[in-house]
């Protein structure tokens, strides 16, 4: 894999986007093609990643209107229909409806001292061809900067936040299968991890977070 890392613009969420979108645009389109062939490859039935998709785009613009601000931009930049772009954002729901398969993902450790801060690590056991590129963003906000690393074109996984006060959390991403899985289209599992870390301080208003997307 090779990672980019890109310092994106203190500007409002369509502009951060385009930015990210024109700087890595012909790897996020090799992301989207890949992913659109894999979903055929994996079983995903026809038609299925249109609608999920498309159904993920209302509900992220209607629970994080400025991360959904952001994708706007990523497909702008990179120039890319924005229904296109969300079936990497919404991939993992996506691939809920393959047929049954081992899980194939990550492992998280977590050391807790009692006299410094936690220490954590995480692999992220994927499917290497569907990861050509990764890119370590980082996102100037209003209270905080968000580093995340995730796939080329997505705009969350793994991160961490911090306020200018010291506080923040940090994300790790681990797939846990439900048989409500293919029940209903909502906001995409890395969509929650963005805006978990763009606005949440602590555990708690992290779990009210994500109890709360829909």
Known sequence: MKVAELRLPATDAVSRGTAYGSALAASIRETIALYRDAYDVMGVPDGVAATVAEGSIAAVRAWAPSIADELD???????????????????????????????LECSTIVAVHDDRRPMTM???DWHGELAPTGVLLEVPLADRVVRTFTETGMVGKIGVARTAEGRGLGVHFNILH?????????????VVARRILDESTTLDEAIALARDAV
């Open 73 to 103: 931009g990523v497909a702008r930049g990179a120039e890319v229909p924005l229904q296109d772009l969300m079936l990497l954002t919404a991939r993992t729901e996506i691939l809920a409806h393959a047929p049954s398969a081992s899980a």
């Open 122 to 124: 995480q692999t992220w």
């Open 178 to 190: 439900h048989v409500s899985d293919r029940s209903a289209v909502g906001v995409p599992v890395h």
